[in-house]
């Protein structure tokens, strides 16, 4: 193998700010206005059942063919309050566009996520009055350890139920996966922050930074000092290849990686291998390698276990992976690594199929260059204090009201079990719980979850 190749700066100044621009620009108002009239309006409509925060689409959609972008943003933002993210984000090819009906003629769903950006993205340009405001204080503090989508959805939910919050997290910036685990080209001009900033004005919540659970944080005294605790801690940590070279130098966590370029104030300053391997299938790999090309990176190769067919990430982003020049080789799992003067210089892969749901090696291997090797193989949940709550499958086991099995302990998001790890849930369970947590300390009635009996929303 050649000498390893890693270094910044492979790219000019205005290579990079083309490349890390918005890779899916928003609608233009005469765009959103033609595409708002492909919408039924469907009574019962199915991508409503397929969203998993339950925004009621056909009504904002109305909104939006009425240009009335105002209207239509509170009608996404009641139901979703990092609906401006989840609109550059999540996976609607999968959840409310597939479920929508022009499916079933056409070939072409009504672009919803993009119709939710238009309108989201006219409210944070001109916010106006404020959407949302608190109701009266009901004097109970909640805790909420986690600044992610889930437990900033929880905090602002609570506030405007009347509620005083106090946000813990383990960083020095708040957003979770928001910030620092979403490819950049997703999320440009800092939309991240801007959109907790606009949170945030509802009042009513106090961010306390750089503060965890096991270090300044316990889960006993946080029950003792407030009325109730949520707990949105995320995955923090990172699944192991196995193999006892995986130390070497170039051999990194995905995650990491892409935390490192979302934090970046230089792109041209984030080094980069000429020959990239991804080791994983889902939506990190995607975004690792993808960005490992936009850094300059000239062979980016994803390499998964399975099919192509069975990876997490959706065919959607596997083609827009392609798109951008990265290879994908399937039924295959990392062997070994090859190494120069401490530094990773290669990968060798055994081919395998399945038989009887297991992966067995055909025998065949085949070799890849690598100057880096970045590791996209799962998350794991890290459970911080040894007296938290009861664990199923290696997460936070709730019910369905974001409960655990701790008295005053609420959760949700992905550090919680039989979620799907997506931004759009953790939003939901934030809001469940915000609400399961209302009931528990005011004794409002059972089954409300609309926000607008105690709390007010301005049009």
Known sequence: MPDPDVKPGRLTQSQYADNFGDAHPPLTAVQALIEAERCYYCFDAPCVQACPTGIDIPS???????????????????????????????PTEVLCEQACVRNTNEDKP?????????????????????????????????????????????????????????????????????????????????????EIEWLLAIGGIDMKYDVALSRQLTLAALSADFDAVFLGLGLGG?????????????????????????????YASIPVGRHVVVIGGGMTAIDAAVQSRLLGAEVVTIV???????????????????????????????????????????????????????LVETGQTWELRADTVLKAIGQTFLASDASGPALQGGRIKVDDECRTSLAKVWAGGDCTYGGRDLTVEAVQHGKIAAHSIDRALTGAAVGNTAPLQRARSAA
């Not at 939006?64 to 990092?82: D, P, Q």
């Open 60 to 90: 904002f959609i109305r909104r939006i063919g009425e240009s009335n972008l105002r209207g239509a943003a509170k009608t996404i933002l009641e139901a979703n309050i990092f609906g401006g993210m989840c609109a550059r984000v999540c």
């Open 110 to 194: 009504v672009e919803i996520g993009l119709l939710q950006r238009r309108a989201t993205d006219h409210l944070f340009q001109s916010p106006g009055k404020p959407l949302f405001t608190r109701a009266a204080s009901t004097g109970k503090r909640i805790a909420v350890v986690g600044a992610g989508p889930a437990g900033l959805s929880c905090a602002h939910r609570l506030a405007m139920l009347g509620h005083t919050i106090t946000v813990f997290d383990s960083k020095s910036k708040p957003g979770g996966l928001n910030e620092y685990g979403l490819a950049t080209y997703k999320t440009v001009d800092g939309f991240a922050q801007k």
């Open 238 to 266: 990172v699944n192991a290849l196995g193999l006892p070279d995986e130390t070497l130098a170039g051999v990194a966590n995905a995650v990491d990686f892409i935390a490192a370029l979302r934090q970046a104030n230089d």
């Open 304 to 358: 998964y276990r399975r099919g192509q067919s069975q990876m997490p990430a959706s065919e959607y982003e596997q083609q827009w992976a392609q798109h951008c020049g990265v290879a994908i080789r399937t039924w295959s799992v990392l062997k070994s690594l090859q190494s120069r003067d401490g530094h990773v210089s290669g990968a060798t892969f055994a081919n395998v199929r399945e038989a009887d749901g297991r």
